[in-house]
């Protein structure tokens, strides 16, 4: 299965990067939830496992199916290029009522039961109260779960836009959508998604390009119209998200494992890197540091991704427990 969305001339001129914290909070309460999420988090997991311990996440699990739709009210699209979360949960808090209850009464049908459960029925008799304790519910995930942690998210986030963005002067908006994730095809006027069957023009509004720490291993696309339609995708480097700066080493587990040499490629890769950069960065052959990589790839620690003639490489989940000696 398979998504498409079209592009027309205006399209190109409207694409734009954001960061959006409501979004994060958003997908760190999704992750909590969904051990297929949590590989690159454990770190922040065991921080926050007492914390999270203490919130009532189930009013907004009940609008987050794994198959189907959540509300666009609940999480719109980015206001701005660097809006903060007041911001934009003030724009959920100012959500029309009745055009909240129908978003939500099509989210809830996506789970069996929930439109006639008791909070099903709540929110629906009562959309504005629904709209408040929503933006309550949000507001303390986002000060227990994400808060504490926002600036080295919004660095790695911001590291990202910075990079595709150069990319994006560099070769042009068609070869930068398949670098965001390899699961991304283009055919010069049309983008493909894995997953879902729906067909969408993009009719001059263009598309947000929003990367997130929280969302990985899923490319996420959506929102109807008045939004701008966004492509969410899995931030560049967020297999070093968690590294302590400077705390950098080489567990000597890994070395008896792996042997030292390669158990130093593994662990310097805290950010995406090529051959070269790592060659330079360990003092080693250029041709060592290549099988390696091909070796720890082959064995499921790293993946590899083309940056039009650089190929780089980012630690997958075990290779980060691996060389984080976890």
């Given at each position: 299965m398979a998504s498409h969305l079209h592009f027309g001339e205006d399209d190109f001129l409207n694409c734009r990067f954001a960061v959006s914290p409501l979004w994060e909070t958003h997908d760190a309460v999704r992750t909590l939830r969904r051990p297929d999420r949590q590989g690159y988090h454990v770190p922040w997991?065991?921080?926050?496992?007492?914390?999270?311990?203490?919130?009532?996440?189930?009013?907004?699990?009940?609008?987050?199916?794994?198959?189907?739709?959540?509300?666009?009210?609940?999480?719109?699209?980015?206001?701005?290029?660097?809006?903060?979360?007041?911001?934009?949960?003030?724009?959920?808090r100012a959500a029309d009522p009745e055009a909240a209850r129908?978003?939500?009464?099509?989210?809830?049908?996506?789970?069996?039961?929930a439109p006639a459960s008791e909070q099903g029925r709540a929110w629906l008799a009562d959309p504005v109260r629904m709209v408040r304790e929503l933006a309550d519910a949000l507001e303390v995930a986002w000060r227990v779960l994400v808060e504490p942690e926002w600036p080295r998210l919004r660095a790695l986030l911001e590291a990202?836009?910075?990079?595709?963005?150069?990319?994006?002067?560099?070769?042009?908006?068609?070869?930068?959508?398949?670098?965001?994730?390899a699961r991304l095809s283009w055919d010069g006027r049309t983008l493909t998604l894995p997953g879902g069957v729906y067909e969408r023009r993009l009719g001059g509004r263009g598309l947000v390009l929003m990367p997130s720490v929280f969302c990985w291993p899923d490319v996420i696309t959506g929102f109807d119209p008045p939004w701008q339609p966004?492509?969410?995708?899995?931030?560049?480097?967020?297999?070093?998200?968690?590294?302590?700066?400077?705390?950098?080493?080489?567990?000597?587990?890994?070395?008896?494992?792996?042997?030292?040499?390669?158990?130093?490629?593994?662990?310097?890769?805290?950010?995406?890197?090529?051959?070269?950069?790592?060659?330079?960065r360990l003092g080693l052959a250029a041709s060592s540091v290549s099988s390696h990589l091909s070796v720890l790839r082959d064995s499921g620690l790293l993946t590899a991704r083309r940056y039009g003639h650089q190929v780089l490489y980012e630690r997958t989940p075990l290779g980060m427990a691996l060389a984080s000696g976890g």
């Open positions: 997991l065991r921080r926050i496992r007492t914390a999270a311990a203490g919130l009532d996440l189930a009013p907004l699990w009940l609008l987050m199916p794994r198959r189907g739709h959540s509300p666009d009210w609940l999480g719109p699209p980015p206001i701005g290029p660097a809006a903060t979360f007041e911001e934009e949960i003030a724009a959920v129908e978003d939500t009464a099509r989210s809830l049908a996506c789970t069996p039961g990202d836009v910075a990079f595709h963005s150069r990319r994006l002067a560099e070769v042009g908006l068609g070869t930068l959508l398949p670098e965001l994730d966004t492509l969410v995708y899995p931030a560049r480097g967020v297999g070093g998200l968690w590294a302590e700066p400077g705390a950098r080493t080489t567990p000597e587990a890994l070395v008896r494992l792996l042997g030292r040499n390669r158990a130093a490629v593994l662990a310097a890769l805290d950010d995406p890197a090529s051959t070269t950069a790592l060659a330079h």
